[in-house]
Protein backbone atom coordinates (compact mmCIF):
# COMPACT_ATOMS: atom_id res chain seq x y z
CA UNK A 1 0.00 0.00 0.00
CA UNK A 2 1.20 3.21 -0.81
CA UNK A 3 -0.94 5.96 0.54
CA UNK A 4 -0.85 7.56 4.18
CA UNK A 5 -2.30 5.00 6.26
CA UNK A 6 -0.49 2.22 4.13
CA UNK A 7 2.74 3.27 5.27
CA UNK A 8 1.48 3.65 8.89
CA UNK A 9 0.52 0.22 8.97
CA UNK A 10 4.03 -0.64 7.52
CA UNK A 11 5.51 1.19 10.34
CA UNK A 12 3.92 -0.87 12.50
CA UNK A 13 4.83 -4.40 10.87
CA UNK A 14 7.85 -5.68 10.85
CA UNK A 15 9.18 -7.92 8.20
CA UNK A 16 7.21 -10.75 9.10
CA UNK A 17 3.72 -9.08 9.20
CA UNK A 18 3.89 -9.19 12.40
CA UNK A 19 3.41 -5.86 15.37
CA UNK A 20 6.55 -4.15 15.09
CA UNK A 21 9.24 -5.31 18.15
CA UNK A 22 8.97 -2.76 21.14
CA UNK A 23 12.36 -1.40 21.27
CA UNK A 24 13.79 -2.23 24.31
CA UNK A 25 16.40 -0.25 26.90
CA UNK A 26 18.46 -1.39 29.18
CA UNK A 27 19.41 0.97 32.53
CA UNK A 28 22.31 -1.12 34.13
CA UNK A 29 24.12 -3.51 32.00
CA UNK A 30 25.61 -5.79 34.21
CA UNK A 31 25.11 -9.27 34.58
CA UNK A 32 21.30 -9.71 34.29
CA UNK A 33 21.09 -6.91 31.87
CA UNK A 34 23.81 -8.69 29.54
CA UNK A 35 22.39 -12.23 29.92
CA UNK A 36 18.44 -10.59 28.67
CA UNK A 37 20.52 -8.98 26.24
CA UNK A 38 22.36 -12.28 25.09
CA UNK A 39 19.23 -14.20 25.27
CA UNK A 40 17.28 -11.70 22.80
CA UNK A 41 20.09 -11.67 20.36
CA UNK A 42 19.13 -8.21 19.39
CA UNK A 43 21.15 -4.69 19.38
CA UNK A 44 20.41 -2.72 22.50
CA UNK A 45 20.10 1.16 24.20
CA UNK A 46 21.59 0.79 27.27
CA UNK A 47 23.05 3.09 29.74
CA UNK A 48 25.48 1.67 32.79
CA UNK A 49 26.77 3.82 35.91
CA UNK A 50 29.96 4.47 34.30
CA UNK A 51 32.00 0.93 34.14
CA UNK A 52 31.79 0.86 30.63
CA UNK A 53 29.91 -2.33 30.57
CA UNK A 54 26.90 -0.40 28.37
CA UNK A 55 29.45 -0.44 25.14
CA UNK A 56 30.97 -3.84 26.24
CA UNK A 57 27.40 -4.60 25.48
CA UNK A 58 26.98 -2.81 22.50
CA UNK A 59 30.34 -4.15 21.27
CA UNK A 60 28.91 -7.67 21.28
CA UNK A 61 25.59 -7.11 20.19
CA UNK A 62 25.03 -3.94 18.21
CA UNK A 63 23.31 -0.94 18.50
CA UNK A 64 23.73 2.04 21.20
CA UNK A 65 25.67 3.11 24.47
CA UNK A 66 24.05 5.89 25.59
CA UNK A 67 25.21 8.79 27.54
CA UNK A 68 22.39 9.05 30.23
CA UNK A 69 19.18 7.33 31.41
CA UNK A 70 17.36 9.88 30.27
CA UNK A 71 18.13 9.34 26.51
CA UNK A 72 17.45 5.37 27.45
CA UNK A 73 14.11 6.28 28.57
CA UNK A 74 13.27 8.91 25.34
CA UNK A 75 14.25 6.37 22.54
CA UNK A 76 13.02 2.91 24.12
CA UNK A 77 9.04 1.91 23.82
CA UNK A 78 10.22 -0.30 27.61
CA UNK A 79 12.61 0.43 29.73
CA UNK A 80 13.97 -3.00 31.70
CA UNK A 81 15.55 -1.51 34.97
CA UNK A 82 18.34 -3.82 35.44
CA UNK A 83 20.06 -1.52 38.17
CA UNK A 84 20.18 -2.73 41.99
CA UNK A 85 16.99 -2.48 43.85
CA UNK A 86 18.21 0.05 46.48
CA UNK A 87 18.58 2.80 43.01
CA UNK A 88 15.19 2.51 42.32
CA UNK A 89 14.07 5.97 43.28
CA UNK A 90 17.40 7.43 42.08
CA UNK A 91 16.78 6.47 38.48
CA UNK A 92 12.90 7.09 38.40
CA UNK A 93 13.78 10.40 39.81
CA UNK A 94 15.63 10.94 36.79
CA UNK A 95 13.53 8.95 33.93
CA UNK A 96 9.84 9.21 35.29
CA UNK A 97 8.82 11.73 33.30
CA UNK A 98 10.08 10.45 30.21
CA UNK A 99 9.71 6.97 30.39
CA UNK A 100 6.46 4.84 28.14
CA UNK A 101 6.93 1.70 30.20
CA UNK A 102 8.62 -0.10 32.48
CA UNK A 103 9.95 -3.91 33.08
CA UNK A 104 11.82 -3.83 36.14
CA UNK A 105 13.93 -7.27 37.24
CA UNK A 106 14.67 -5.48 41.02
CA UNK A 107 14.95 -8.57 43.62
CA UNK A 108 12.26 -8.05 46.03
CA UNK A 109 10.66 -4.90 44.62
CA UNK A 110 6.77 -4.70 44.69
CA UNK A 111 4.63 -3.61 42.01
CA UNK A 112 3.43 -0.99 44.50
CA UNK A 113 6.51 0.56 45.13
CA UNK A 114 7.39 0.19 40.88
CA UNK A 115 3.85 2.30 40.70
CA UNK A 116 5.05 5.01 43.67
CA UNK A 117 8.45 5.33 41.46
CA UNK A 118 6.84 5.59 38.20
CA UNK A 119 2.97 7.18 38.60
CA UNK A 120 1.04 6.68 35.92
CA UNK A 121 3.16 4.42 34.01
CA UNK A 122 2.58 0.60 33.41
CA UNK A 123 4.64 -0.95 35.09
CA UNK A 124 5.73 -5.11 35.18
CA UNK A 125 7.39 -7.11 38.01
CA UNK A 126 9.17 -9.83 36.53
CA UNK A 127 12.26 -11.92 37.97
CA UNK A 128 14.54 -13.96 35.51
CA UNK A 129 17.45 -15.86 36.32
CA UNK A 130 21.16 -15.54 34.15
CA UNK A 131 19.74 -18.95 31.88
CA UNK A 132 18.40 -16.26 29.57
CA UNK A 133 21.25 -16.00 28.12
CA UNK A 134 21.31 -19.34 26.70
CA UNK A 135 16.88 -18.94 26.31
CA UNK A 136 16.48 -21.63 28.99
CA UNK A 137 15.58 -19.05 31.42
CA UNK A 138 12.95 -19.09 33.77
CA UNK A 139 11.48 -15.49 34.49
CA UNK A 140 8.39 -15.33 37.36
CA UNK A 141 5.80 -12.93 36.16
CA UNK A 142 3.54 -11.20 38.55
CA UNK A 143 0.79 -9.75 36.99
CA UNK A 144 -0.23 -5.78 37.26
CA UNK A 145 -3.62 -4.74 37.06
CA UNK A 146 -4.80 -1.95 34.98
CA UNK A 147 -2.06 -2.09 32.53
CA UNK A 148 -2.91 -2.09 28.68
CA UNK A 149 -3.53 -5.53 27.84
CA UNK A 150 -1.85 -5.72 24.01
CA UNK A 151 1.03 -4.57 26.27
CA UNK A 152 1.25 -7.22 29.15
CA UNK A 153 1.11 -9.94 26.28
CA UNK A 154 3.46 -8.28 24.46
CA UNK A 155 5.80 -8.16 28.00
CA UNK A 156 5.59 -11.71 28.56
CA UNK A 157 6.50 -12.66 24.90
CA UNK A 158 9.83 -10.68 25.24
CA UNK A 159 10.94 -13.14 28.21
CA UNK A 160 9.43 -16.33 26.26
CA UNK A 161 12.02 -15.60 23.94
CA UNK A 162 14.57 -16.59 26.50
CA UNK A 163 12.91 -19.56 28.45
CA UNK A 164 9.87 -20.09 30.28
CA UNK A 165 7.50 -17.54 31.64
CA UNK A 166 5.30 -18.43 35.40
CA UNK A 167 2.71 -16.11 36.58
CA UNK A 168 2.31 -16.22 40.27
CA UNK A 169 0.65 -14.11 42.49
CA UNK A 170 2.60 -11.12 44.69
CA UNK A 171 2.27 -13.25 47.64
CA UNK A 172 4.87 -15.74 46.57
CA UNK A 173 6.78 -14.41 43.70
CA UNK A 174 9.87 -13.59 46.49
CA UNK A 175 9.82 -17.23 47.60
CA UNK A 176 9.61 -18.16 43.91
CA UNK A 177 12.65 -16.21 43.01
CA UNK A 178 14.35 -17.34 46.23
CA UNK A 179 14.63 -20.87 44.51
CA UNK A 180 14.41 -20.03 40.55
CA UNK A 181 16.80 -16.67 40.65
CA UNK A 182 19.58 -17.89 42.93
CA UNK A 183 19.26 -21.09 41.83
CA UNK A 184 22.09 -21.43 38.67
CA UNK A 185 24.23 -20.57 41.69
CA UNK A 186 23.36 -23.11 43.73
CA UNK A 187 23.28 -25.55 40.55
CA UNK A 188 27.25 -24.28 40.04
CA UNK A 189 28.30 -25.36 43.26
CA UNK A 190 26.52 -28.57 43.29
CA UNK A 191 28.25 -29.46 40.01
CA UNK A 192 32.08 -28.24 41.40
CA UNK A 193 30.99 -30.67 44.99
CA UNK A 194 30.88 -33.39 42.65
CA UNK A 195 33.24 -32.26 40.25
CA UNK A 196 35.97 -32.21 43.15
CA UNK A 197 35.14 -35.25 44.27
CA UNK A 198 35.41 -37.37 41.66
CA UNK A 199 38.63 -35.73 41.31
CA UNK A 200 39.96 -37.33 44.40
CA UNK A 201 38.99 -40.44 42.65
CA UNK A 202 41.18 -39.69 39.49
CA UNK A 203 39.14 -38.25 36.85
CA UNK A 204 40.35 -35.42 35.09
CA UNK A 205 38.11 -31.95 36.07
CA UNK A 206 36.98 -31.54 32.80
CA UNK A 207 36.03 -34.25 32.06
CA UNK A 208 34.16 -34.50 35.68
CA UNK A 209 32.72 -31.09 34.88
CA UNK A 210 31.04 -32.59 31.28
CA UNK A 211 30.11 -35.90 33.32
CA UNK A 212 28.22 -33.79 36.26
CA UNK A 213 26.70 -31.17 34.21
CA UNK A 214 25.09 -32.97 31.37
CA UNK A 215 23.79 -35.90 34.16
CA UNK A 216 21.82 -32.28 35.58
CA UNK A 217 20.56 -31.50 32.10
CA UNK A 218 19.43 -34.64 31.23
CA UNK A 219 18.12 -35.46 35.22
CA UNK A 220 15.95 -32.07 34.67
CA UNK A 221 14.75 -32.88 31.38
CA UNK A 222 13.56 -36.52 32.27
CA UNK A 223 11.78 -34.90 35.80
CA UNK A 224 9.78 -32.61 32.83
CA UNK A 225 8.85 -35.50 31.21
CA UNK A 226 7.55 -37.51 34.43
CA UNK A 227 5.74 -34.56 35.59
CA UNK A 228 8.07 -33.41 37.85
CA UNK A 229 7.72 -36.43 40.18
CA UNK A 230 11.14 -36.89 42.04
CA UNK A 231 10.34 -39.74 43.67
CA UNK A 232 9.76 -41.76 40.62
CA UNK A 233 13.21 -40.49 39.18
CA UNK A 234 15.05 -41.19 42.35
CA UNK A 235 13.48 -44.77 42.38
CA UNK A 236 14.35 -45.71 38.77
CA UNK A 237 18.02 -45.49 39.92
CA UNK A 238 18.15 -46.32 43.42
CA UNK A 239 17.20 -50.26 43.62
CA UNK A 240 16.57 -51.47 46.94
CA UNK A 241 20.09 -51.88 48.73
CA UNK A 242 21.93 -50.72 46.09
CA UNK A 243 24.72 -47.89 45.80
CA UNK A 244 22.77 -45.39 44.76
CA UNK A 245 20.96 -45.88 48.02
CA UNK A 246 23.91 -45.25 50.03
CA UNK A 247 25.06 -42.49 48.42
CA UNK A 248 21.74 -41.37 48.49
CA UNK A 249 21.57 -41.86 52.47
CA UNK A 250 25.39 -40.55 53.01
CA UNK A 251 23.48 -37.22 50.92
CA UNK A 252 20.52 -37.31 53.91
CA UNK A 253 23.43 -37.91 56.54
CA UNK A 254 25.30 -35.20 55.89
CA UNK A 255 21.49 -32.78 55.48
CA UNK A 256 21.44 -32.09 51.78
CA UNK A 257 17.21 -31.20 52.91
CA UNK A 258 18.32 -28.86 55.83
CA UNK A 259 21.07 -27.00 54.02
CA UNK A 260 18.29 -26.07 51.07
CA UNK A 261 16.06 -24.86 53.85
CA UNK A 262 18.72 -22.63 55.69
CA UNK A 263 19.56 -21.59 52.05
CA UNK A 264 16.03 -20.53 51.00
CA UNK A 265 15.66 -19.13 55.05
CA UNK A 266 18.55 -17.40 54.45
CA UNK A 267 17.70 -16.06 50.93
CA UNK A 268 13.93 -14.71 52.31
CA UNK A 269 15.10 -13.42 55.40
CA UNK A 270 17.39 -10.96 53.85
CA UNK A 271 14.87 -9.99 50.82
CA UNK A 272 12.12 -9.44 53.45
CA UNK A 273 13.81 -6.59 55.23
N1 LIG B 1 22.09 -11.53 38.71
C1 LIG B 1 21.01 -12.30 38.82
O1 LIG B 1 21.07 -13.53 38.71
C2 LIG B 1 19.66 -11.67 39.04
C3 LIG B 1 18.51 -12.49 39.08
C4 LIG B 1 17.25 -11.89 39.24
C5 LIG B 1 17.14 -10.51 39.38
N2 LIG B 1 18.30 -9.75 39.37
C6 LIG B 1 18.16 -8.30 39.53
O2 LIG B 1 18.81 -7.68 38.44
C7 LIG B 1 19.30 -6.41 38.87
C8 LIG B 1 20.75 -6.25 38.41
O3 LIG B 1 21.51 -7.26 39.04
P1 LIG B 1 22.94 -7.64 38.44
O4 LIG B 1 23.31 -8.94 39.06
O5 LIG B 1 22.93 -7.52 36.97
O6 LIG B 1 23.83 -6.45 39.08
P2 LIG B 1 25.16 -5.79 38.49
O7 LIG B 1 25.93 -6.81 37.70
O8 LIG B 1 25.81 -5.14 39.65
O9 LIG B 1 24.62 -4.67 37.48
C9 LIG B 1 24.01 -3.50 37.92
C10 LIG B 1 24.08 -2.51 36.79
O10 LIG B 1 23.38 -1.33 37.17
C11 LIG B 1 24.16 -0.21 36.76
N3 LIG B 1 23.78 0.99 37.51
C12 LIG B 1 23.99 1.29 38.79
N4 LIG B 1 23.49 2.49 39.09
C13 LIG B 1 22.94 2.97 37.95
C14 LIG B 1 22.29 4.18 37.60
N5 LIG B 1 22.06 5.14 38.50
N6 LIG B 1 21.87 4.32 36.33
C15 LIG B 1 22.09 3.34 35.40
N7 LIG B 1 22.69 2.18 35.68
C16 LIG B 1 23.13 2.01 36.93
C17 LIG B 1 25.57 -0.65 37.00
O11 LIG B 1 26.44 0.22 36.30
P3 LIG B 1 28.04 -0.03 36.27
O12 LIG B 1 28.22 -1.18 35.30
O13 LIG B 1 28.56 1.24 35.76
O14 LIG B 1 28.44 -0.37 37.67
C18 LIG B 1 25.51 -2.07 36.44
O15 LIG B 1 25.70 -2.06 35.04
C19 LIG B 1 19.14 -6.33 40.38
O16 LIG B 1 18.08 -5.48 40.71
C20 LIG B 1 18.82 -7.76 40.79
O17 LIG B 1 17.94 -7.81 41.89
C21 LIG B 1 19.53 -10.29 39.20
Not at 92 to 107: D, N, P, Q, R, Y
Not at 168 to 175: F, K, M, P, Y
Not at 214 to 227: C, D, K, N, V
Not at 243 to 262: M, P, S
Amino acid sequence: MTDGRGRAREAELGPTGNVRAMRIGLVGAGNMARALARGWGDPVLACDAGSGRASALVAELGGEALASNVEVARRADLVVLCHKPWQLEAVATEISGEVKAVASVLAGTTIAALQEAYPGVPVFRLIPNTPVEVRRGVTCYTPTEGVPHELELQVIALFERVGVVVTLSEAVVDAAAAVSSVGPAYTALLVEAQVDAAVRYGLAAPVAARLVTETIAGAAALLAERGYDTLTVRREVASPGGTTARGLAALERAGVRTAFQDAIDAVRSWSSK
